[in-house]
């Protein structure tokens, strides 16, 4: 039995525009059969906030950095021509045009398509991120892990 | 027979300096006979696109994307210290002095030494790109042509 | 005999988050028995300079890049949140809460991994930096070694 190709994902970066290319190329992955893991970091973890404020205990840095990050991948800024946020209002106007799939869209179909969503526990830590904050059905671990899954990997990226 | 090695790198980045270094490696890899594509998406785009103003028809959104983002490879800024321009001249002149290429002509190597350049058509969609604004030669593709290059390649890079 | 693991990262961020996450999977992978390089290249140079201010003959341009570079990882700013220094001080401050490494302990710790630190020849020619500004014990080459490390690799990241 042949083995499956293996796509690994880091996504450090909190930008709309990069969190895009990395589920697309993940739900590209995925329809083509390879095993996909995203495994996010720093920034990156803010695609996975909810967008309720959910009320946790926090020190007071951590609720300064919590405050400060976007809470969810809709509230994401561009990594180019963000313009205090009408880049990504014009972008998602373009998208909504060309009927390309908004970011939550891509995440929700990236969890259909069975892609392992992966915080990164050590930065959840350092950003003062509590698992109630961040989506359902997603994974907890740390570099170990994702080197695991990435030293067999065919497509190694880091975004 | 052996077979060739594989370089596939992503160029999401519209910024001059992460762009000659995906083009340095490009050229490096092709000249250790490695097959080398460069897929480039989003900002990247940009380092395709001609000098010339190039008159088509565009919607009003599309139109402002294309005013505002630089018309080819000499005009993308730095990634750090661009202060409004002044930083990429100052690297372009250090770079004459040590005799090292400018990114049009590393691009210009690329195509020479067949490096592969593909545009991702969908986010020429999004940014309301045509080809008759980009470079002759390159292929235009999307994100499972990426993947078919990419699943088999020794180097992958996300720039 | 098996062949180890290769892991072969590129860091051409200035940023000290991406720093971290870039010397965060090569200790990771280093542990893991990996054989590592870490290839600075551009602002990820910066990683590799020492604190102090070494006294080195310098043209015009060259003096000031290096003026205007952070001198040493110490010194350098984060990719989001950097509020002109303000978001080092408090990513440290809860890195020190957290007992994370901070860079310049991740770096030394990597030198006892025998991570093998490349600092990339022609970019230190652009930017004007010289061996003397840097840290002992680092390894000097160009893009062909890299794609030599590289091309064999099981991870391979652009940072």
Not at 100 to 107: G, R, S, Y
């Amino acid at each position: 039995m042949e083995q499956k190709k293996r796509t690994t994902i880091v996504l450090f970066s909190g930008d709309y525009d990069k969190a895009m290319a990395a589920y697309i190329i993940a739900n590209g992955a995925a329809a083509y059969d390879h095993e996909v893991t995203i495994f996010h970091t720093f920034w990156g973890l803010n695609a996975l906030r909810k967008e309720a404020n959910i009320p946790v205990k926090k020190g007071f840095l951590e609720k300064m950095f919590g405050g400060m990050m976007p809470r969810g991948a809709d509230k994401m800024g561009l990594s180019k021509m963000n313009f205090g946020g009408f880049g990504p209002k014009m972008i998602k106007k373009v998208m909504k045009k060309h009927n390309a799939m908004p970011l939550p869209d891509l995440i929700e179909l990236a969890q259909e398509q069975d892609v392992k969503l992966v915080a990164c526990t050590m930065t959840m830590d350092l950003l003062g991120l509590q698992k109630e904050e961040l989506l359902e059905e997603i994974e907890y671990a740390g570099v170990a892990a994702y080197l695991g899954d990435a030293e067999d990997g065919n497509v190694n990226l880091f975004i």
